[in-house]
């Protein structure tokens, strides 16, 4: 089984930026898709992005598109997201997740395991 563990998060004005990282153990990194998604407080965890296992398919949720990126470097066992032109509304515990398949998740009953979260706070 794959684990993740996020790092990166902070706080940032509006308008800025961050880039999470996820850094993965296991052996099975390679051939897994993944996603991250965010939970802001009272809200159900969403969908942000994800990447298949090879970095050839990446979608985006409609709130984030045109401004998140994902990327993953298969050789460092990594998934990055980078985040511009940040809104409050942002605001939210990013977390990265394993897909069960090779595509990624877009939906929590489609993951397999979690990393622990990183806060990510915008002020406006």
């Known amino acids: 089984q794959v684990q993740m563990v996020e790092s990166g998060g902070g706080l940032v004005q509006a308008g800025g930026s961050l880039r999470l990282s996820c850094a993965a153990s296991?052996?099975?990194?390679?051939?897994?898709?993944i996603s991250w998604f965010r939970q802001a407080p009272g809200k159900e965890r969403e969908f942000v992005a994800l990447?298949?296992?090879?970095?050839?398919?990446?979608n985006y949720a409609d709130s984030v598109k045109g401004r998140f990126t994902i990327s993953r470097d298969n050789a460092k066992n990594t998934v990055s997201l980078q985040m511009n032109s940040l809104k409050p509304e942002d605001t939210a515990v990013y977390y990265c997740?394993?897909?069960?398949?090779?595509?990624?998740?877009?939906?929590?009953?489609?993951?397999?395991?979690w990393g622990q979260g990183t806060q990510v706070t915008v002020s406006s």
């Open positions: 997740a394993v897909g069960r398949s090779s595509t990624g998740a877009t939906i929590a009953t489609m993951v397999d395991s």
């Open positions: 296991g052996r099975t990194f390679s051939v897994s898709g």
């Open positions: 990447i298949n296992w090879s970095g050839g398919l990446t």
